[in-house]
C-alpha cells in the first residue's frame, strides 16, 4: 500500500496563492520516480475533476484547461513529494483537493483520467473567497 498525505492549502482571496504538498510512502512503496502523480479536486454537488499531472521523471506535465497558466505542478523525487502551486486563485478553484500516483514507467506521460490512478490521498481543502 502507498500513503499519500496532502498539506497546505487553506484559505486565500481571489488573486492570491496557495500551495498543497503531496508526500509518498508506504510498505510497496518504490521511489517516487516510478509514479506519474496527479491532482484532482472535487467541488460540493460537482464530480470529481482532473486538475494537473507529471510524469515520473518530471519531463510531461498537463493541465486542466482552466487552471493552466495559473497552476504549476512539480515533484522533488529525493524528497518523496509533489506539489501544485496554485497563483491568481478564483473562487471557481474552491474544492478538496487529492494527490493521486499511478505506478508507470517514468518517461511515460500521465494519465488525466481518474481511473488510472491506484493510490489516492484523503484530501485537503482549497477555498477562495470573492
Known amino acids: 500500500q502507498v500513503q499519500l498525505v496532502e498539506s497546505g492549502g487553506g484559505l486565500a482571496q481571489t488573486g492570491g496563492s496557495l500551495r498543497v504538498s503531496c508526500a509518498a510512502s508506504?510498505?510497496?512503496?518504490?521511489?517516487?520516480?516510478?509514479?506519474?502523480m496527479a491532482w484532482f479536486r472535487q467541488a460540493p454537488e460537482k464530480e470529481r475533476e482532473f486538475v494537473a499531472a507529471i510524469s515520473g521523471n518530471g519531463a510531461h506535465t498537463n493541465y486542466l484547461d482552466t487552471v493552466k497558466g495559473r497552476f504549476t505542478i512539480s515533484r522533488d523525487n529525493a524528497a518523496n513529494t509533489v506539489f501544485l502551486q496554485m497563483d491568481n486563485l478564483q473562487p471557481e478553484d474552491t474544492a478538496n483537493y487529492y494527490c493521486?500516483?499511478?505506478?508507470?514507467?517514468?518517461?511515460?506521460?500521465?494519465?488525466?483520467?481518474?481511473?488510472?490512478?491506484?493510490?489516492w490521498g484523503q484530501g485537503i481543502q482549497v477555498t477562495v473567497s470573492s
Open positions: 493521486a500516483a499511478d505506478f508507470r514507467p517514468a518517461i511515460r506521460p500521465p494519465a488525466t483520467v481518474a481511473r488510472n490512478y491506484d493510490y
Open positions: 508506504g510498505r510497496t512503496f518504490s521511489g517516487l520516480e516510478n509514479y506519474a
